[in-house]
């Protein structure tokens, strides 16, 4: 099985968005059609940041291995080696969820 490297580009981060639940909290399957594909995932990677106008680039504050949390119509929808993942500008992340 390949695997593919991507590396986003100034301000961009791909982002593997994290499983969803399976079964309710009063223990109920929740059907397929039923989902709702998760707002969270996982920074794979991240670009080196926006350049402003002056030229400086400002780094980004998210990293690989961050779990983060976007807006439900956020980003690009990618596959890559058949996994669903996201490329986002950094400013659409709303919030790095902390353990």
């Not at 223990?27 to 991240?46: N, Q, R, W």
């Not at 980003?75 to 890559?80: C, F, S």
């Amino acid at each position: 099985m390949t695997t593919t490297k991507v590396r986003p580009l100034n301000d961009r981060v791909l982002v593997k968005r994290m499983s969803e639940e399976e079964k309710t909290a009063g223990g109920l399957f929740i059907p397929d059609s039923a989902k709702e594909k998760p707002a969270k995932g996982v920074v794979i990677s991240a670009g080196p940041g926006k350049v402003d106008d002056n030229g400086k680039r400002t780094p980004l504050e998210v990293k690989a291995g961050d779990k983060v949390l976007f807006g439900k119509y956020s980003g690009t929808e990618i596959k890559l080696d058949g996994e669903e993942h996201m490329i986002l500008r950094e400013d659409e992340i709303l919030a790095i969820l902390e353990a």
